[in-house]
């Protein structure tokens, strides 16, 4: 096994020690205010500068661990469960904090394991979501969303193993939760989220769906290295817009609150509306990236709307959703741009019409920095530059992948391995993912990085900013029916008619496996 491996493989066993078993949630009392958690999950760490509590007399502090989940080494799967962990007695969510932790309560490096996303579906509907941005959704003072125990919920996730180690996790949420009982509750308005999606059709199209709702925003797309979803949709792309991009209530309500779901490479979403040919912006949830190389990386936060914020919508409104990702650093596969909104049936609630011009614009981001985005990588690493190395055979066969390495021109290869294959212009090399096997159906990519492509792996490297684009998607066979995230192929080829040069790659599930090939005239 490579160094870097066996160094990953210490560092992720550290984090497992023992768990209990799920557990019956402790039963609500009336103080004014209780903390309670399912009796298995770890104490769990407050995110810094957190979007401050609204706080109700008879308040309910709840923690649900889900879990223990088993993740398979490399794993990047879609699963969908139903969970019994939401309030057994009716009453008022007013928020609503979710978190990844190992058994030990350790929240885990995100460029190790991560929350790739997950959505809460409430009676059939998404109430709640969130990304490896973390946001927290916390109604302002006066709504909540109605809960009641006859609800049902299922939890749709995809955790994201980006190294060959197992690993077992819960993944938390921690909700503010006002019981009927509480005379606090007679304040507050009920509210529902409206999920507002700029890609995922009803028709799966490519691997794009409404349980897996992505585009790509490819380097070089959009104007002025900025590429916005879907106005700037073009050809095949047009296919994947959502029909819940956008939605015109039959009704008057007031838009309560939102915040953006972006993934790395995205700048904003906008929530705007449209009424008689006339178009406004409601809201811009900017991405804050801490990450210091930029907006690359999942150290960030999304700005929500300020707890002033309301919005009324007269019936016959179009609010749509767009998201604006980088397009002139790199090429950024499989994102999302998602707003949910919390909307309120009726008026009377405050605010102004949505065409007015005192809708407060200044978002409010929901947390600060976290400590597991602290791993940015980009640093010598020792591994070899590829555009030094002699050139290389040719394979007779594919070049396969097996346990994590490429077989022919890996970084980590020793001798002749390591080498570059060398191929003449007008040929091409095929590769061939062995790990999709179903022992072990891991999903690999090939994707292009600027040369050298060697520095040590992080959040923020490598990525793909090669100057010849090429990606071969997530080759394996995806779990239980669900036509994502894999392609559903295992092999692929090089493009043809690639000029003379050496071109260096990498794999966008596990970024430490890096390879290069060389075309000679
Ligand atoms: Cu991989």
Known sequence: MRPALAQRRRGALAGLVAFGTLGALLLPNSATSATLTTPHCPPIANKPHQVPHVHYDGIQHLTYCYGPISIQPGQNFIRLNATNLFPTIPGYITRFDPELVYPSGRVPRVDMLHLHHAVWVVNGNPQFAVGEEKTISQLPRGFGWRSLPTDTWLI????????PEPATVYVVWRIDFVPLTAPSAASIHPVHTQWMSVAGPDQQVGISSR??????????????????????????????????????????????????HLHPGGLYTDLKVTRGGRTKRLFRSHAHYYEPAGEVSWDVAMQGTPPNWRVQLQPGDNLSVHATYDTKRASWYEVMGIMPVAVYDGTGVGGDDAFSKNIPKRGVLTHGHLAENDHHGGKPSGLPNPLDLPNGPVPRGPIEIRDYQYSAGDLYGSGKARRPPTIHAGQTLTFDNQDAAPATNTFHTITSCRAPCNRSTGIAYPISNAPVRFDSAELGVNYKGYGAPASGRVTWTTPAGLRAGTYTYFCRVHPFMRGSFRVVK
Not at 156 to 163: A, E, I, P, W
Not at 235 to 241: E, I, R, S, Y
């Open 156 to 163: 749709n996730d995809m955790l994201h193993d980006l190294t």
């Open 211 to 260: 349980i897996y709702p992505v585009f790509n925003a490819l380097r070089g797309m959009g104007q002025n290295g900025r590429y916005t979803f879907p106005d700037q949709a073009t050809g095949a792309n047009t296919a994947l817009v959502a029909s819940d991009q956008s939605w015109t209530p039959d009704h008057p309500v007031t838009l309560i609150g939102t915040a953006g």
